[in-house]
């Protein structure tokens, strides 16, 4: 028993520490960090962490390779999607354009690295300059402002980003559609729990102890509502909230149930035995690098709109981000290991730090010494676990 | 009777929720080789690791007495001050650094500020000679062989002045020539007075070397058989190990017809991959039947590995030339997804490096080579991939705890069977298998060989490639001579013997 104990102490370490990290800043901002409109801020200011990290997560599964040009690649074709609205052209035209702009991005990294085997590092540095160069080109250096209501409105900008409250009830100040939608998705989670229980049993397969997946049912349930709940206290579901889940949904989805998604793993389990089972290592490369352009595409449209605007400056750095988010959340530096729900706590931990930090004063430069310290902690700790376990 | 220059007493060594020994003792005489056998995971390593440091004095109970005095190592420098020198399995060289270099490494000759590159050389020098190497000590280690890796290792422990040499596992990557050489390298040694400990899962060298056996099984010593008193046999040492006697250390396979010819090699030529002008193997004529086993024998760096994989969708060398036909159908084999839908199986010799993902679980090993087998669409049915995973398991007995375990936790038996299963679960018809026993005890090895029969006998083709004359002997229908990439002769087993195989292999070298 004591054995387990130290086990699921050990697999949600990272869960702990963003607790723990929480309750630091309730008790020095006085807790003001749970206010529900520091709650929706956290979502909103940081959905581009989320989608690029889970992009980034793929290419850390291959092999720890990273991509460092992220960033640029966000102001890149954040900037054509500037300009191209700046000419009145059609809305969802322009969603197109910079999604499709970020997917040759990284069908262009993942040629030299999948098949000239050029090491993503370096491919990616000189995306990087390339591309923060590119962006300036696009916008002539000049800060473009979108004024596009749809647009703002649908990923997360200007003051009406938030989901309509169709179910408004006079005299009553919580927005109703956004609880209603809290408790449809702790239903939703609670019947994927028992279908998944009851498949199980049903089939003879080994299941875990009933009281893990209470614990589970109830700590996931009593945390999801009660972020709906301040969130409906606030303005109601962000949109930038809407963008996150479906990336995230997504990509568990392709994590863990997908044959490309096994072959990430696999790749960066031991590149050698995956080629010689029959799998073209080349293609899983290849597919991590423009599903990385891809998520850059969709950080880029979600940077545009919550600012309003593009400017030469736009992204730098959050390709760290989406790196730290990945590695905080116990994704292996040498590829093989790491998962959505790992990236979710990550980002969430960093958002965490840097708003609390943020609130209690602390200068930005502080800021990211104590960022830098995290990710080291965390990577430290990953080391260590894994020194033991041998 | 000699001088005891170690004794290790009711040594128990203790992991979290696992005793790895219980009270193990081991007494070894100054001038003897000490052999210590048993099946992999009964203990030898640990006990090694406890003597030389790397577990630390307090992490095990029992006591070390050295050349008369307890000894309380807390790390490996304290022990090799002391003479006490671990050679281990895995050579420990790094690739681009000269012999010299390597020999010196974390002990170089001169000062700390300023290493003394011709004291290191000459030195170096001087040791390759002790143990019979003519390289200078300057060239590459990644330009020599593994033979050769093996003796500067051995030269580089010499360099540290060495009283008590522990060889772990010393010839599990050479061929019988040089493992001969460096069997012949200890008991040179022995004469000049060093003490030796070698673990080994080679009883034929055991007998050849060895003044005492200790047996452990179960992290236990069981018993000390001493080869001067009685002549040992094999046999004798394996019922030690193993707690049983085995009686045949070949399973019998009877009433297996050999069908048609499912594969056929002709005129087969490969170039290396990097060195456009070098031919590894040249000219190779082969076939197999449907039921039959065929061996191919050859020393290491005969081409085997090379053949095999060229057949195998071309994942090794270049300018590949020949013709291959599979069923009697002349095939071209591009890409090793090619070879698999071909229903060709190779079963590599390097299980952790090109065989399995050790980060990932049985399950997830299983079906890796044939995902199409349990997804639809690009999504994967778990349940259907853990009834394979679970179906294989008990098919080859695999002892784990569930197909949920990570593979890099299994035994090298069970890491085996795992591959086996992936490949099987690929369903070939012909299936390649690669040095299929190396580094795993001899109950698993008997394992193995069951499944390799009850696979001729549904039918399929086994090509065996081993560098264990009676390994190739005791299973095959009928065996391939190779040497420096060409087949050299060929014979049906009841006609081979272990003599007559190296004369063909000599006869060959002496034609060039």
Same mark, same amino acid.
């Given at each position: =028993?004591?054995?387990?104990?130290?086990?699921?102490?050990?697999?949600?370490?990272?869960?702990?520490?963003?607790?723990?990290?929480?309750?630091?800043?309730?008790?020095?901002?006085?807790?003001?960090?749970?206010?529900?409109?520091?709650?929706?801020?956290?979502? $909103?200011?940081?959905?581009?962490?989320?989608?690029?990290?889970?992009? =980034?997560?793929?290419?850390?599964?291959?092999?720890?390779?990273?991509?460092?040009?992220?960033?640029?690649?966000?102001?890149?074709?954040?900037?054509?999607?500037?300009?191209?609205?700046?000419?009145?052209?059609?809305?969802?035209?322009?969603?197109?354009?910079?999604?499709?702009?970020?997917?040759?991005?990284?069908?262009?990294?993942?040629?030299?690295?999948?098949?000239?085997?050029?090491?993503?590092?370096?491919?990616?540095?000189?995306? =990087?300059?390339?591309?923060?160069?590119?962006?300036?080109?696009?916008?002539?250096?000049?800060?473009?402002?979108?004024?596009?209501?749809?647009?703002?409105?649908?990923?997360?900008?200007?003051?009406?980003?938030?989901?309509?409250?169709?179910?408004?009830?006079?005299?009553?100040?919580?927005?109703?559609?956004?609880?209603?939608?809290?408790?449809?998705?702790?239903?939703?989670?609670?019947?994927?729990?028992?279908?998944?229980?009851?498949?199980?049993? $049903?089939?003879?397969?080994?299941?875990?102890?009933?009281?893990?997946?209470?614990?589970?049912?109830?700590?996931?349930?009593?945390?999801?509502?009660?972020?709906?709940?301040?969130?409906?206290?606030?303005?109601?579901?962000?949109?930038?909230?809407?963008?996150?889940?479906?990336?995230?949904?997504?990509?568990?989805?392709?994590? $863990?149930?997908?044959?490309?998604?096994?072959?990430?793993?696999?790749?960066?389990?031991?590149?050698?035995?995956?080629?010689?089972?029959?799998?073209?290592?080349?293609?899983?490369?290849?597919?991590?690098?423009?599903?990385?352009?891809?998520?850059?595409?969709?950080?880029?449209?979600?940077?545009?709109?919550?600012?309003?605007?593009?400017?030469?400056?736009?992204?730098?750095?959050?390709?760290?981000?989406?790196?730290?988010?990945?590695?905080?959340?116990?994704?292996?530096?040498?590829?093989?290991?790491?998962?959505?729900?790992?990236?979710?706590?990550?980002?969430?931990?960093?958002?965490?730090?840097?708003?609390?930090?943020?609130?209690?004063?602390?200068?930005?430069?502080?800021?990211?010494?104590?960022?830098?310290?995290?990710?080291?902690?965390?990577?430290?700790?990953?080391?260590?676990?894994?020194?033991?376990?041998? | 009777?000699?001088?005891?220059?170690?004794?290790?007493?009711?040594?128990?060594?203790?992991?979290?929720?696992?005793?790895?020994?219980?009270?193990?003792?081991?007494?070894?005489?100054?001038?003897?080789?000490?052999?210590?056998?048993?099946?992999?995971?009964?203990?030898?390593?640990?006990?090694?690791?406890?003597?030389?440091?790397?577990?630390?004095?307090?992490?095990?109970?029992?006591?070390?007495?050295?050349?008369?005095?307890?000894?309380?190592?807390?790390?490996? *420098?304290?022990?090799?001050?002391?003479?006490?020198?671990?050679?281990?399995?895995?050579?420990?060289?790094?690739?681009?650094?000269?012999?010299?270099?390597?020999?010196?490494?974390?002990?170089?000759?001169?000062?700390?500020?300023?290493?003394?590159?011709?004291?290191?050389?000459?030195?170096?020098?001087?040791?390759?000679? #002790?143990?019979?190497?003519?390289?200078?000590?300057?060239?590459?280690?990644?330009?020599?062989?593994?033979?050769?890796?093996?003796?500067?290792?051995?030269?580089?422990?010499?360099?540290?002045?060495?009283?008590?040499?522990?060889?772990?596992?010393?010839?599990?990557?050479?061929?019988?020539?040089?493992? !001969?050489?460096?069997?012949?390298? #200890?008991?040179?040694?022995?004469?000049?007075? #060093?003490?030796?400990?070698?673990?080994?899962?080679?009883?034929?060298?055991?007998?050849?070397?060895?003044?005492?056996?200790?047996?452990?099984?179960?992290?236990? *010593?069981?018993?000390?058989?001493?080869?001067?008193?009685?002549?040992?046999?094999?046999?004798?040492?394996?019922?030690?190990?193993?707690?049983?006697?085995?009686?045949?250390?070949?399973?019998?396979?009877?009433?297996?017809?050999?069908?048609?010819?499912?594969?056929?090699? @002709?005129?087969?030529?490969?170039?290396?991959?990097?060195?456009?002008?070098?031919?590894?193997?040249?000219?190779?004529?082969?076939?197999?039947?449907?039921?039959?086993?065929?061996?191919?024998?050859?020393?290491?760096?005969?081409?085997?590995?090379?053949?095999?994989?060229?057949?195998?969708?071309?994942?090794?060398?270049?300018?590949?030339?020949? *013709?291959?036909?599979?069923?009697?159908?002349?095939?071209?084999?591009?890409?090793?997804?090619?070879?698999?839908?071909?229903?060709?199986?190779?079963?590599?010799? @390097?299980?952790?490096?090109?065989?399995?993902?050790?980060?990932?679980?049985?399950?997830?090993?299983?079906?890796?080579?044939?995902?199409?087998?349990?997804?639809?669409?690009?999504?994967?049915?778990?349940?259907?991939?853990?009834?394979?995973?679970?179906?294989?398991?008990?098919?080859?007995?695999?002892?784990?705890?569930?197909?949920?375990?990570?593979?890099?936790?299994?035994?090298?038996?069970?890491?085996?069977?795992?591959?086996?299963?992936?490949?099987?679960?690929?369903?070939?018809?012909?299936?390649?298998?690669?040095?299929?026993? !190396?580094?795993?005890?001899?109950?698993?090895?008997?394992?193995?060989?069951?499944?390799?029969? @009850?696979?001729?006998?549904?039918?399929?083709?086994?090509?065996?490639?081993?560098?264990?004359?009676?390994?190739?002997?005791?299973?095959?229908?009928?065996?391939?001579? #190779?040497?420096?990439?060409?087949?050299?002769?060929?014979?049906?087993?009841?006609?081979?013997?272990?003599?007559?195989?190296?004369?063909?292999?000599?006869?060959?070298?002496?034609?060039?």
């Amino acid at each position: =028993m004591s054995i387990k104990i130290q086990d699921i102490l050990k697999k949600y370490t990272m869960v702990f520490a963003l607790i723990a990290v929480v309750i630091f800043f309730y008790v020095t901002t006085s807790g003001k960090i749970l206010l529900p409109q520091n709650i929706n801020n956290l979502i $909103s200011q940081n959905a581009y962490v989320f989608v690029l990290a889970a992009g =980034m997560l793929l290419c850390i599964l291959t092999g720890g390779n990273i991509d460092l040009a992220v960033g640029s690649v966000v102001c890149f074709v954040g900037g054509i999607g500037a300009v191209v609205m700046d000419k009145n052209i059609n809305v969802w035209i322009a969603v197109a354009i910079m999604l499709i702009g970020g997917l040759l991005v990284g069908a262009w990294q993942g040629f030299w690295i999948a098949y000239v085997k050029v090491p993503p590092f370096i491919a990616t540095l000189a995306g =990087m300059y390339a591309f923060r160069g590119l962006a300036n080109v696009v916008m002539q250096g000049l800060t473009i402002g979108i004024d596009n209501t749809t647009f703002l409105n649908v990923f997360g900008g200007g003051a009406d980003c938030y989901i309509p409250d169709f179910l408004k009830m006079e005299g009553v100040d919580l927005n109703i559609t956004c609880m209603l939608a809290g408790i449809i998705v702790v239903a939703l989670f609670a019947l994927f729990v028992i279908k998944n229980r009851l498949d199980a049993k $049903s089939k003879g397969f080994d299941i875990a102890p009933l009281y893990q997946d209470i614990i589970k049912l109830v700590a996931v349930g009593a945390s999801v509502l009660w972020i709906f709940y301040k969130l409906a206290k606030y303005k109601g579901i962000p949109a930038g909230l809407i963008w996150i889940a479906v990336v995230l949904l997504a990509y568990g989805y392709i994590t $863990s149930k997908t044959t490309i998604g096994r072959y990430l793993y696999a790749v960066g389990g031991n590149e050698k035995a995956t080629r010689l089972s029959g799998i073209d290592s080349r293609k899983v490369f290849f597919f991590a690098y423009i599903n990385m352009g891809l998520m850059a595409g969709l950080g880029g449209i979600l940077t545009i709109a919550r600012a309003s605007g593009a400017q030469p400056t736009f992204g730098q750095g959050y390709e760290m981000d989406a790196i730290a988010a990945c590695f905080i959340g116990g994704a292996s530096a040498y590829g093989g290991e790491g998962g959505i729900f790992g990236v979710i706590i990550g980002a969430v931990l960093m958002g965490v730090i840097n708003q609390g930090m943020s609130i209690m004063g602390i200068s930005a430069n502080y800021q990211k010494v104590v960022k830098g310290i995290v990710v080291l902690v965390a990577i430290i700790f990953d080391v260590l676990s894994n020194k033991k376990k041998k | 009777m000699g001088r005891i220059l170690l004794e290790m007493k009711n040594i128990t060594k203790t992991f979290p929720g696992v005793k790895a020994l219980d009270n193990v003792n081991l007494q070894v005489e100054e001038g003897e080789i000490h052999a210590l056998v048993g099946e992999n995971g009964a203990g030898k390593s640990t006990l090694m690791n406890v003597l030389s440091g790397i577990y630390p004095y307090g992490s095990y109970e029992g006591d070390i007495i050295y050349n008369g005095e307890i000894c309380q190592f807390q790390k490996i *420098t304290d022990s090799e001050k002391k003479g006490i020198v671990i050679i281990h399995q895995e050579l420990a060289l790094v690739p681009q650094m000269s012999i010299g270099e390597n020999m010196f490494l974390g002990n170089e000759r001169g000062k700390k500020s300023a290493i003394n590159w011709n004291e290191t050389y000459s030195e170096a020098d001087k040791y390759l000679k #002790m143990v019979g190497l003519s390289e200078s000590s300057r060239v590459l280690i990644k330009d020599i062989g593994t033979g050769k890796q093996q003796l500067v290792e051995i030269a580089k422990a010499l360099a540290k002045n060495a009283k008590l040499l522990i060889l772990d596992e010393p010839t599990s990557s050479l061929n019988e020539t040089d493992s !001969r050489a460096l069997l012949d390298l #200890m008991l040179e040694f022995k004469k000049q007075g #060093m003490t030796m400990i070698i673990i080994t899962h080679k009883l034929n060298e055991v007998v050849y070397v060895a003044d005492k056996i200790t047996v452990v099984r179960d992290g236990s *010593t069981v018993e000390t058989l001493d080869c001067h008193s009685i002549a040992i046999s094999e046999d004798r040492i394996i019922r030690g190990m193993v707690g049983r006697e085995i009686t045949d250390r070949f399973p019998k396979r009877s009433g297996v017809e050999i069908g048609d010819i499912n594969m056929e090699v @002709d005129n087969w030529t490969v170039y290396h991959p990097l060195y456009a002008e070098r031919k590894v193997v040249d000219n190779v004529n082969m076939n197999v039947g449907a039921g039959e086993v065929v061996g191919i024998y050859g020393l290491m760096g005969a081409g085997r590995t090379e053949l095999a994989m060229s057949i195998f969708g071309r994942s090794y060398g270049a300018d590949i030339t020949g *013709t291959l036909k599979i069923k009697g159908e002349e095939v071209t084999l591009k890409n090793p997804r090619e070879a698999i839908n071909a229903h060709l199986a190779y079963v590599t010799e @390097d299980r952790k490096g090109n065989g399995l993902v050790l980060s990932n679980p049985i399950r997830v090993n299983t079906s890796l080579a044939n995902m199409a087998g349990v997804s639809k669409n690009g999504v994967i049915d778990v349940d259907k991939e853990y009834q394979v995973a679970v179906e294989y398991k008990d098919k080859l007995k695999t002892k784990t705890p569930s197909v949920e375990q990570n593979v890099g936790n299994l035994s090298g038996g069970n890491q085996q069977k795992v591959l086996l299963a992936k490949w099987m679960f690929t369903n070939p018809d012909i299936l390649i298998l690669d040095e299929p026993t !190396r580094g795993i005890d001899v109950g698993a090895k008997y394992e193995i060989y069951c499944i390799i029969n @009850d696979l001729v006998k549904s039918g399929k083709s086994v090509v065996m490639i081993s560098s264990e004359l009676p390994e190739v002997i005791g299973m095959s229908d009928r065996i391939y001579i #190779m040497n420096e990439g060409k087949f050299v002769g060929e014979m049906k087993a009841e006609d081979a013997t272990q003599e007559n195989i190296m004369a063909c292999i000599l006869q060959s070298g002496r034609g060039e």
